[in-house]
């Protein structure tokens, strides 16, 4: 196998559409936002008899604890492959393990929409994918490891597009359906959005965060990233009004034949109108008159239990009438297990302090006491 790197957009992007897990997240455009917060660069595609097999678009940073600077890389949402190939896969990996140890990097992450099962573990119809659970063995058998830092989520809801929209409609649990039609008669509308909207939905954004507890980014991030892909023609926002005034948001992205349901926002106000279910209606809608044929809402518990933080999302997204979806999951390489176990334990003292200073900014943007934690 061959492997070069590629520097055109639309060589890149036209490149890695037809490979298997094609994401929005190894866009050329999702790339460059991310090279404008820290982060270099580099996209690499591999190849037999000229023929792309494999891409990955490896993001590289510099971190530093006090007088000790280190590399870190990370493959988000990739690499791009049949995971199912054991020469191809091999292949690809010995070349990411190389790039670590040239760069003496503490580690370098992938997370690949690699699947290892379908359904709810221990539920009907639940089923193991052995294909992806032997890629996952074949990965620690080089040493790779499951990363304590996992940041994507590793289980999803999928929709399948496919179908007629009636036969979307009756998949949905009758109470999603009697949601989506409430929300219709009470007057709410869903428009598409456009780049004035992004200073609302940052607004909105950091409300929900306030509300729900969790961390978001500064306004500049988002509204660099949002708008790159929007300009790119890679996401829209879609946003619901009741009277001319925005209650909710959601903002798709799109990539190859998938989109996905990255970021959602809403207000207290009108909730009981159910303007979400309509926000995701449409998305479908949207989504599917664009030649899409999957929806990813984003995002199910790790944990299949009512205690898990994310089950009342979770119950919210499975009435659409979607599959669970288990991915693998993040894993790293670490040239150096000790630099690696240091860096590690020092980690989630770092991200302790980065949340508390991010959830004091965004406390005082939603207007509640500053000092909150």
Request: aromatic share 10%.
């Amino acid at each position: 196998m061959n492997s070069q790197p590629v520097i055109d957009p639309e060589v890149w992007d036209s490149s890695i559409a037809p490979l298997p897990g094609a994401h929005a997240l190894q866009a050329w455009d999702w790339g460059e936002a991310k090279s404008r917060f820290g982060w270099s660069v580099e996209r690499r595609t591999w190849d037999i008899d000229g023929s792309i097999v494999a891409a990955a678009q490896i993001l590289r940073r510099s971190v530093r604890a006090g007088p000790v600077s280190a590399t870190l890389f990370y493959v988000p949402k990739g690499p791009l492959l049949d995971w199912h190939s054991p020469r191809i896969r091999n292949a690809v990996l010995a070349d990411l393990e190389a790039i670590a140890r040239r760069a003496h990097a503490i580690q370098i992450k992938i997370d690949p929409d690699l699947i290892i099962g379908r359904g709810v573990p221990a539920s009907a119809p639940e089923k193991t994918d052995e294909p992806g659970c032997e890629a996952v063995r074949a990965l620690e058998n080089r040493g790779w490891r499951f990363s304590p830092e996992q940041v994507q989520f590793r289980n999803t809801v999928i929709l399948d597009l496919q179908p007629e929209e009636s036969a979307l409609l009756a998949a949905m649990k009758p109470k999603t359906r009697y949601n989506i039609r409430l929300a219709q008669k009470h007057g709410v509308s869903v428009r598409e959005g456009a780049e004035q909207d992004l200073p609302l939905l940052y607004r909105m954004y950091a409300e929900t965060a306030d509300r729900d507890s969790f961390v978001i980014r500064s306004e500049e991030y988002y509204r660099d990233v949002w708008g790159a892909m929007m300009r790119a023609g890679r996401a829209r926002p879609l946003i619901a009004e009741v009277e001319g005034l925005p209650v909710a948001a959601l903002i798709l992205f799109h990539f190859a034949s998938r989109g996905w349901y990255l970021y959602g926002m809403s207000r207290a106000l009108h909730r009981e109108k159910m303007p979400n279910h309509l926000l995701q209606w449409e998305a479908m809608r949207w989504l599917k008159h664009r030649g899409a044929s999957a929806y990813d809402l984003w995002g199910a518990p790790d944990v299949f239990a009512e205690s898990d933080p994310m089950w009342g999302v979770f119950q919210f997204k499975t009435g659409f009438g979607g599959q669970v979806i288990r991915f693998s999951g993040a894993w790293d390489f670490a040239p150096s297990t000790l630099r690696y176990s240091a860096y590690h334990r020092i980690l989630p003292r770092i991200l302790d302090f980065t949340r508390i200073l991010a959830r004091r900014r965004t406390r005082k943007l939603a207007g509640g006491p500053e000092g909150a934690p």
